[in-house]
C-alpha cells in the first residue's frame, strides 16, 4: 500500500477554541505522520484561492470571512490511505450529522463553524499542499513507530 498525503486546516473556530492540541493528537494516536505544521494567518487572497471552486455559491464570501477572521492552523499528514482515514476521523460536514466520536461529531454543532477542512481527494490533497506548504516546508522522515502500523 502506497502512503499518501492529505491537507488539513484547523479552523478559526478549532483554533479560538483552544483544540488544535485534541485535534492533533487524534491523528497521531491514530499513527498518522504529521509532516508539516504552520500557524497562518490566512489573507483574502489564499482563502479565495483556497475556496476558488466555490466562487459564484452563496456560502463563498461568509466562507472567505470566516477563513480570514482567525489564524488557522495548516497541515500535511502522511500515511497509508489517509485522505480516506482523515475524512473519516472528522465526521460529515455539518456537525448535526456527523457521529460522536468523530471530530466534528465531537466538537462541532453548527455546518458554518465545523471545526475543521480536509482534502477530498488526491488531486485536492495535491492542490491544497502545493498552495499552503512549500517543498521545503514538508518534513521528510520515519516515525519509529511505523514499522509497527502497518502489514
Given at each position: 500500500m502506497e502512503k499518501e498525503r492529505t491537507f488539513v486546516m484547523i479552523k478559526p473556530d478549532g483554533v479560538q477554541r483552544g483544540l488544535i492540541g485534541d485535534i492533533i493528537h487524534r491523528f497521531e494516536q491514530k499513527g498518522i505522520k504529521l509532516v508539516a505544521l504552520k500557524l497562518v494567518s490566512?489573507?483574502?487572497?489564499?482563502?479565495?484561492?483556497?475556496?476558488?471552486?466555490?466562487?459564484?455559491?452563496p456560502f463563498f464570501?461568509?466562507?472567505?470571512?470566516?477563513?480570514?477572521?482567525?489564524?488557522?492552523?495548516?497541515?500535511?499528514?502522511?500515511?497509508n490511505n489517509v485522505i480516506e482515514l482523515v475524512r473519516s476521523m472528522m465526521g460529515k460536514t455539518d456537525p448535526r450529522n456527523a457521529?460522536?466520536?468523530?471530530?466534528?461529531?465531537?466538537?462541532?454543532?453548527?455546518?458554518?463553524?465545523?471545526?475543521?477542512?480536509?482534502?477530498?481527494?488526491?488531486?485536492?490533497a495535491s492542490f491544497e499542499i502545493n498552495l499552503w506548504f512549500k517543498p521545503e516546508e514538508i518534513a521528510k522522515y520515519n516515525r519509529i513507530d511505523e514499522e509497527w502500523l502497518t502489514e
Open positions: 490566512v489573507d483574502r487572497k489564499l482563502a479565495e484561492k483556497h475556496y476558488g471552486v466555490h466562487k459564484g455559491k464570501e461568509p466562507t472567505v470571512k470566516y477563513i480570514i477572521s482567525s489564524p488557522v492552523i495548516a497541515m500535511v499528514l502522511e500515511g457521529e460522536m466520536g468523530s471530530i466534528r461529531g465531537d466538537f462541532g454543532q453548527f455546518i458554518g463553524r465545523n471545526i475543521v477542512h480536509g482534502s477530498d481527494s488526491e488531486e485536492t
